[in-house]
């Protein structure tokens, strides 16, 4: 069976840090781009930052830039995510998720979403 | 970078209707769209890809259409279990992916 289970999260103050992991199974981990996707209580899904098979090439949402960091380590199978200087607006259940490739163009690239983890919160507050 | 606008916001409906729901990409996606559903509580869940591509296990009562920028998720005869908040994803552009803001499917 294919699964994600994230692990880390919890309470910290702003301008603190927390690591966020993800443990897979079930698929070959080395085979697909990962990424994290956050969704604040109440409201929508915001993409976080995604990881290539190799971890070569990463990407993240403006708003997190310069203080998170997404690594992989494939004989592992994990995926984390390095919060830093953390603000109230990070507050949100953070879900880690299987990528699935796509080609456009004929390139290679990280296309839809298919499996999700269950979520790990992290709450930032004093 | 491509904005995804999902209209209505909530819908309202009973046990056998036929609802649909319109994702607005602000400009070109080709059909490099998906839909998922999330239940309260839950992790969302893939639904569609590719703008019309049953993911494995879905019922078929979900389909969906579209290319370019106009979407529809259309549910066929709605289930107790489909009542639920749905969205949109584009992945033409992987940074960033985009969402709509969610449609809540709510029972009438």
């Known amino acids: 069976e294919v699964q994600l289970v994230e692990s880390g999260g919890g309470l910290v103050q702003p301008g603190g840090s927390l690591r966020v992991s993800c443990a897979a199974s079930?698929?070959?981990?080395?085979?697909?781009?990962m990424s994290w996707v956050r969704q604040a209580p109440g409201k929508g899904l915001e993409w976080v930052a995604n990881i290539k098979q190799d971890g070569t090439q990463t990407n993240y949402v403006d708003s997190v830039k310069g203080r998170f960091t997404i690594s992989r380590d494939n004989a592992l199978n994990s995926v984390s995510l390095q919060m830093t200087n953390l603000r109230a607006e990070d507050t949100a259940v953070y879900y880690c998720?299987?990528?699935?490739?796509?080609?456009?163009?004929?390139?290679?690239?990280?296309?839809?979403?298919?499996?999700w983890g269950k979520g790990t919160t992290v709450t930032v507050s004093s | 970078d491509i904005q995804m606008t999902q209209s209505p916001s909530t819908l309202s409906a009973s046990v056998g209707d036929s609802v649909t729901i319109t994702c607005r990409a602000s400009q070109r996606i080709s059909n490099w769209l998906a839909w998922y559903q999330q239940k309260p509580g839950k992790p969302p869940k893939l639904l569609i890809y590719k703008a019309s591509t049953l993911e494995t296990g879905v019922p078929s009562r979900f389909s969906g259409s579209g290319s370019g920028t106009e979407f529809t998720l259309t549910i066929s005869s709605l289930q107790p279990d489909d009542f639920a908040t749905y969205y949109c994803q584009q992945y033409k552009d992987y940074s960033p992916w985009t969402f709509g803001q969610g449609t809540k499917v709510e029972i009438k």
């Open positions: 079930g698929f070959t981990f080395s085979h697909n781009w």
């Open positions: 998720v299987r990528v699935w490739s796509i080609t456009i163009y004929g390139m290679i690239i990280p296309g839809f979403m298919d499996v």
